[in-house]
């Protein structure tokens, strides 16, 4: 028996979800432990593209069981248009529970989240604009609703009313915007609570009895280890803990069930939103590499800003979340490239810095620097082995797993289940 957490290693979209998948086929369970639908996996299954939001990605084998942790927050029109859209391509759906601690996302937090975006101006953080930190506000100010709140009608009505009166105010006297209509939004949540009272449970007890069977458990993380509210680039960061610590708190299991951690790295990086990006590429490369990836959000569909990879990021990351194995993926976006560059390290007021600093001036002052390694032309697609790959693409992973501190288990040379090469097995 084996329990992995899987986190992005760096700002989101790493791949995440193709590499759960991929692993899924020998788990016998997988969570997800925090974020909401700002979160987009994305998994292709023979011609077949599925895009998730909040369900985990094992969801597409049958009898694995598939939870949604204490730790997410769920906006329930959503996870039920999530439902519907796999039933409807014959995707088996009963084996999903939600955890009856999660927090729900309502109306007032995706207005909260658009009019706090709109009055910081340029200072945005440039949101999914789904409501995430505002639920998240909620729960730490200790008037969220969860689930179980939701689903026992006078404990509904009860909070749901002092929290519509708050956010009135708060939406008219602050922000200058509109309101919620306190009895309709109570209908509209009633009937989300009829919908998904039948998948309610204590996540965490069925967590810690799969672990008693010896089973193989996979945490799916969201967002990214640079996303982290805690070790993120604050304040652009998204309002939870996507590091492996938040898959304990998240999913209702100690630190000492989990066995390995695997960070999913791109063979470059990407970001979404505002913030600072030291190996930003704003030219004709940073183009093609966004045209060749096809980097476009999964769940707004904005481009998503391309550069280097860089090592200081990763080297964090292996430090933050105590990684023990790397997934690249995306490797084969860089095939024709001639020259890789690859960022070592920060020079700032004329040192190298390699720890990623906390300071967000201190970051917009850091130039990265550079070491470049030849490119490959041959096509990677199909290379099933690391053998098969090219000298110069083994030496920029090589590198890439030098730089980081961590060994490569998992390869990624296109976006099909098939198309992953595995250098260690983690189940
Ligand atoms: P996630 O949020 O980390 O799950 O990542 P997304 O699904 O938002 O974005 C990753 C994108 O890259 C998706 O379109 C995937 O289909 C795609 N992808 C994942 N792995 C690979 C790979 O190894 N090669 C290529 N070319 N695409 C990949
Ligand atoms: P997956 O799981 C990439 C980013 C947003 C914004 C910041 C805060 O697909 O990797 P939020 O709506 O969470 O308050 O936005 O975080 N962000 C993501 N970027 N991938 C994600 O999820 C993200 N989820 C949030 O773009 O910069
Ligand atoms: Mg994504």
Known sequence: MSTVVLVGAQWGDEGKGKVTDYLAEKADLVIRYQGGNNAGHTVVVGDEEFKLHLIPSGILYENKLCLIGNGVVIDPAVLLEELRGLESRGINTDNLRISNRAHVILPYHRALDQAEEESKGSKKIGTTNRGIGPA???KSARVGIRIIDLIEENQLADMLKTNVTNK????SKIYNSSGFDYDKILEEFKEYAKALKKYVADTSALVNDVLEEGKNILFEGAQGTLLDLDHGTYPYVTSSNPTAAGACLGAGIGPTKIDKVLGVVKAYTTRVGEGPFP???IDELGESIRKNGHEYGTTTGRPRRCGWFDGVIA???VRTNGLTYLAVTKLDVLTGLDKLKICTGYQYNGEIIRDFPASLQVLSKCEPVYEEMPGWQEDISQAQSYDELPATAKAYL????????????IIGVGVKRTQTIVVHELF
């Open 315 to 317: 080297r964090y990351a």
């Open 136 to 138: 998240y506000m909620d």
């Open 398 to 409: 090589e590198r890439i797993s030098e730089l980081a501190g961590a060994p490569i288990a």
């Open 279 to 281: 190996t930003e590429l």
């Open 168 to 171: 009135n105010n708060l939406l």
